[in-house]
């Protein structure tokens, strides 16, 4: 049989197999990619920490310092001044020694917190007291503010007069406050109410607060001649977001500087 020249040659293709476990996938990428993110924080962190000066680096580790006080003492932690009282009141002590006062003004402030630290250490109902406390230094002098906590307020809020726990606390600030001669401001401030109410009560409250809380100091020994002032600032200047609070009810004494009443 003649063989017929319209055959087409037969061609066997040979697909090459690649042998292994499959596709890996991008998940060594993310990682990567979060190793390279860290490194370059932290490279970052350390160059930061370099390029500042020490007053500097202080005044950053201060800063973040004052608001974890903050949120202990508006969360009403555990212990004398939310668990820090003595503490507190001993890093006021250094920090007076930095600040731009008078001699006697600074032996006046000094004597105040060992005063009141002296009365409230190892003394667990002072201590629980305490939580309601905050003490700071100010332009004007050493503020001590004592605020509510939730469902432990400082006055009786149906009839305004002072609770136990208020009472105790102007009895130990009334012996420190006997140590010198400073003059003393108070002022009171109160939480925001909603503005359904026809009448804001807020600046009879704290005018109220304010002169309740100066005729306690004087029944505790404070002589009527060391009141400087007596004010009442309603809702004006909140402590803490939201204004409606609790720990924006507070009551603050200044011990003022002698250099500034001259």
Known sequence: MQRSDNVRPIIIKRKKVVSGDGHHGGAWKVAYA???????????????????????????????????????????????????ALSQVESLAEALAEQEISKSDLEALDTIVDAIETQIAGDELLGEAFEHVAIRMTDEGLLIELFDLEDRPLFNPDDGTPRPVLIALADVLSNAFSTVTNPVAVQTHSRSFP???????????????????????????LPESRIHRVTGNADRAPAISPTTAARNNRVELILLLQSDQT
């Open 195 to 221: 503005t359904v109410f026809l009448q804001n009560p807020v600046w009879d409250l704290t005018i109220s607060r304010a002169i309740t809380m100066q005729r306690l100091m004087l029944d505790q020994g």
């Open 34 to 84: 979060d190793f390279v993110t860290a490194m370059m924080a932290f490279f970052l962190m350390l160059w930061l920490l370099g390029s500042v000066e020490d007053e500097q680096r202080k005044g950053i580790a201060d800063y973040f310092s004052d608001i974890q006080a903050v949120q202990s003492q508006s969360s009403g932690g555990d212990g004398v001044m939310g668990g820090e």
